[in-house]
């Protein structure tokens, strides 16, 4: 009741102003913050990242690592911040963040506002890690050489974090998805791999892609990724969409990146085709519309090994993470799987 009073009050507000007053909610301890649900069953093991559960929560929700404490106790397996950039960036212009009530989701145009990589660091060496954390690296919208910045940004933070994301699929910095292309991905996997190498620890390393791809560029990123074995320790599927298909809300033809509802069955297509590419080889997150545990088992079956999720937290608060994590125990255990692996691609063929 207190939740769904909370989540009216929020909602009264304009959707940017009500995410700040939510952060500084959690970094006052207020909030259900009595750590991850787990189960045997639950409890896996993504890129060699040990996690509670398999629930995670999406970049973008915590840009500049500000309450990456208290949301290790939020129900979450692992959280990602970020994006981070070399140098902080204001982002865009206000208003860049819509509610689509009726259509459970939302709009963002942010362009990467965040506080620049350094106060990010600083802030993450102070976090204790209770969960693995990870940081999403982007670009300057600036930036002479993007390929760059994103090294940069692992050189930085890399030793404070347990896995990074590269993001080339943001669809609110100009040109940026042009950089999913084949031969520049692998000139950005190359670089930020050459700084890898010199780590003593290096962390695991994602790729995040659009779910606005044809079926050749998905094939072109798993060939990239197939080719240089060891560097990309999985796929992030997917970003926002572009796409504004049977959308009822009056925000709905703003500009900026799709979020929620109406994204889970083309992310999770994109999902389905990227395990069947792959062939159950490179770890997957599934992300796009998560906000139930059928949804979670959804993207599961359909090839994930873990899921991420951000605007489902918009209209069903943070208890809705240890919802779907109990939700997702039961599921397994109706369908006789002894743990989230046996489960993973067990319904690709629905999906493709």
């Given at each position: 009741m207190?939740?769904n009073f909370?989540?009216?009050v929020?909602h009264?507000?304009?959707?940017?102003?009500a995410?700040?007053?939510?952060?500084t909610?959690?970094k006052m301890?207020l909030?259900?913050?009595?750590?991850p649900y787990?189960t045997?069953?639950?409890?896996t093991?993504v890129a060699g990242?040990?996690?509670?559960?398999?629930i995670?929560?999406?970049?973008?929700?915590?840009?500049?690592?500000?309450?990456?404490g208290?949301?290790?106790r939020?129900?979450?397996?692992?959280?990602?911040?970020g994006?981070?950039?070399p140098k902080?960036q204001?982002?865009?212009p206000?208003?860049?963040?819509?509610?689509?009530?009726?259509?459970?989701?939302?709009?963002?145009?942010f362009?990467?506002?965040n506080?620049g990589?350094?106060?990010?660091?600083?802030r993450?060496?102070?976090?204790p890690?209770?969960i693995p954390?990870?940081l999403?690296?982007g670009?300057n919208?600036?930036?002479?050489?993007?390929?760059?910045?994103?090294?940069?940004?692992y050189?930085r933070?890399?030793?404070h974090?347990?896995?990074?994301?590269?993001?080339?699929?943001?669809p609110?910095t100009?040109?940026?998805r042009?950089?999913q292309?084949k031969?520049?991905?692998?000139?950005?996997?190359?670089?930020?791999?050459?700084?890898r190498?010199?780590?003593?620890?290096?962390?695991?390393?994602f790729?995040?892609?659009?779910?606005d791809?044809?079926?050749?560029?998905?094939?072109?990123?798993?060939?990239v990724?197939?080719?240089?074995?060891?560097?990309?320790s999985g796929?992030i599927?997917?970003?926002?969409t572009?796409d504004?298909?049977?959308l009822?809300s009056?925000?709905?033809?703003e500009?900026?990146?799709?979020?929620g509802q109406?994204?889970?069955e083309?992310?999770?297509r994109?999902?389905?085709?990227l395990?069947?590419?792959?062939r159950?080889?490179?770890?997957?997150?599934?992300?796009g519309?998560?906000?139930?545990?059928?949804?979670?088992y959804a993207k599961?079956?359909?090839?994930?090994?873990?899921?991420?999720?951000?605007?489902?937290?918009?209209?069903g608060g943070?208890?809705l993470?240890n919802?779907?994590?109990?939700g997702?125990?039961?599921?397994l255990?109706?369908?006789?799987?002894?743990?989230v692996a046996?489960?993973?691609?067990?319904?690709?063929?629905?999906?493709?």
């Amino acid at each position: 009741m207190l939740e769904n009073f909370g989540l009216k009050v929020l909602h009264a507000f304009d959707p940017e102003r009500a995410h700040g007053l939510a952060l500084t909610a959690l970094k006052m301890g207020l909030g259900p913050l009595t750590g991850p649900y787990t189960t045997p069953r639950l409890a896996t093991t993504v890129a060699g990242l040990d996690m509670p559960n398999p629930i995670g929560l999406a970049a973008g929700f915590d840009k500049n690592a500000e309450a990456a404490g208290p949301l290790q106790r939020a129900g979450f397996g692992f959280i990602e911040v970020g994006a981070a950039t070399p140098k902080s960036q204001p982002g865009n212009p206000k208003p860049r963040l819509f509610r689509l009530t009726e259509d459970q989701a939302a709009i963002n145009r942010f362009g990467f506002n965040n506080d620049g990589m350094d106060v990010i660091a600083d802030r993450l060496e102070k976090t204790p890690r209770e969960i693995p954390i990870g940081l999403n690296l982007g670009a300057n919208k600036d930036s002479a050489d993007r390929l760059e910045d994103f090294a940069a940004v692992y050189r930085r933070c890399a030793p404070h974090i347990d896995f990074a994301t590269i993001n080339v699929s943001s669809p609110n910095t100009e040109k940026l998805r042009d950089l999913q292309g084949k031969e520049a991905l692998a000139e950005i996997i190359t670089r930020v791999d050459a700084v890898r190498l010199i780590e003593a620890e290096p962390v695991a390393l994602f790729l995040k892609i659009a779910p606005d791809l044809t079926a050749q560029d998905i094939e072109d990123i798993v060939s990239v990724i197939l080719d240089a074995p060891g560097r990309i320790s999985g796929i992030i599927a997917t970003n926002t969409t572009l796409d504004r298909d049977g959308l009822q809300s009056p925000n709905a033809h703003e500009k900026g990146g799709l979020s929620g509802q109406p994204v889970f069955e083309k992310s999770t297509r994109v999902l389905a085709q990227l395990h069947a590419l792959t062939r159950g080889t490179i770890p997957l997150i599934g992300v796009g519309g998560v906000a139930s545990a059928e949804q979670a088992y959804a993207k599961i079956r359909a090839g994930a090994s873990a899921v991420q999720l951000y605007t489902g937290l918009v209209y069903g608060g943070l208890s809705l993470v240890n919802d779907i994590a109990k939700g997702l125990d039961a599921l397994l255990e109706r369908d006789g799987h002894a743990n989230v692996a046996q489960a993973v691609g067990s319904g690709v063929s629905e999906w493709t």
